[in-house]
């Protein structure tokens, strides 16, 4: 039974985002690409193409993704390339960096069809990747699954769309709705989602912490209980405005910022509107009281409710 080409192309999609989201640590700062080629190598009886070749970004500095997928195509199979599609979750980009220009790389390939998931925002390319294929007679499909592209890369996009990092706020409470006991801290989190905090620390750039939260409680912030590179540590003090922090933070590269602080701190960056994402860990403890948690802001949207050893942690996400 034929499938219609938007489900097909959906499918081929869903494998650049899977191989995509491999570059979690090693793309940074660069965006996770996946890349598929396919070709109708498959008997009548099929309905899909056959995937001939798939890469993708592995590390910054190094082959992006349709480079990787181009390399693994076997020597058999490169006579199938004029006939081949090539899915690639991120606009293919049309620039000299530390690689040649992947666009040019397709071109020379002869490939018949190029499916994008979205367009890259980053200012060198907006659109010029896309143009160049065109230009040079490929057909060219764009916005297959975006939002889910979007979503895999939203610090990237946050960064060079709105010129500040992507802003994780998340903390820990009770199920009364305290974040320590009478003002002493109290251990909220357990094991599961102890190792669940690192390996998000593992994940992002920086970390942030009020000044008293780093007075009274001295945290670490490091990925002592996962695998990875330990986040830029900062402390937001009095000296420090907020809006100058972030502005810095930008101009040094950071991407994505973790907030851990205290209730100060996270309903400055909440007044601010500085956040795109909220994570709350609730455990079934319960205290006299204390120190009230955080109010959400009203324009999130729940992404996500797991349990880790009794403990609930929910998702919000304001953007993608």
């Known amino acids: 039974m034929a499938i219609n080409q938007k489900t097909v192309d959906e499918i ?6 899977q191989l995509a989201a491999n570059g979690i640590q090693g793309a940074r700062p660069n965006p996770m690409v996946g890349a598929v ?3 109708p190598l498959t008997p009548q009886s099929s309905p899909l193409p056959t995937i001939i070749g798939e890469g993708y970004h592995v ?9 990787n997928a181009f390399a693994s195509v076997r020597q058999a199979h490169e006579h199938l390339l004029p006939q081949s599609t090539i899915y690639v979750s991120l606009e293919p980009c049309a620039h000299y960096g530390k690689t040649p220009p992947c666009a ?20 060198k390319v907006q659109g010029r990747g896309i143009e160049m294929l065109r230009q040079a007679g490929i057909e060219v499909t764009v916005g297959v699954l975006e939002r889910e592209c979007q979503r895999l890369n939203c610090r990237f996009f946050t960064y060079h769309s709105k010129h500040r990092p992507y802003i994780i706020l998340k903390w820990a409470q009770t199920a009364n709705g305290y974040i320590d006991n009478h003002g002493e801290a109290l ?10 905090s690192h390996q998000l620390r593992a994940e992002e750039d920086a970390i942030l912490v009020g000044h008293v939260t780093d007075s009274r409680e001295h945290p670490q912030l490091t990925v002592r209980h996962w695998h990875g590179p330990n986040p830029k540590r900062i402390v937001l003090t009095r000296q420090r405005p907020l809006p ?29 509107g500085l956040y795109d994402e909220v994570r709350v860990e609730t455990s079934p403890l319960l205290v006299s009281g204390g120190t ?24 919000y996400n304001s953007n993608y």
């Open 104 to 123: 040019e790389l397709i071109i020379r390939k002869g490939v018949r069809r190029v499916v994008v998931g979205c367009v890259d925002p980053f200012d």
């Open 292 to 315: 009230h948690a955080p109010r959400l802001p009203g324009n999130l949207q729940l992404q996500s409710r797991t349990e880790w050893g009794g403990n609930t942690l929910c998702c």
């Open 37 to 39: 080629i396919v070709a």
């Open 244 to 272: 100058r922090l972030i502005a810095d933070l930008y101009q040094q590269g950071v991407q994505s910022l973790i907030v851990e602080g205290g209730l100060q701190t996270h309903e400055a960056f909440i007044a601010a």
């Open 187 to 196: 251990p909220i989190s357990n094991e599961h989602t102890r190792m669940l």
């Open 12 to 17: 081929f999609m869903r494998r650049c985002l």
């Open 59 to 67: 590390r910054c500095g190094e082959g992006h993704a349709e480079v």
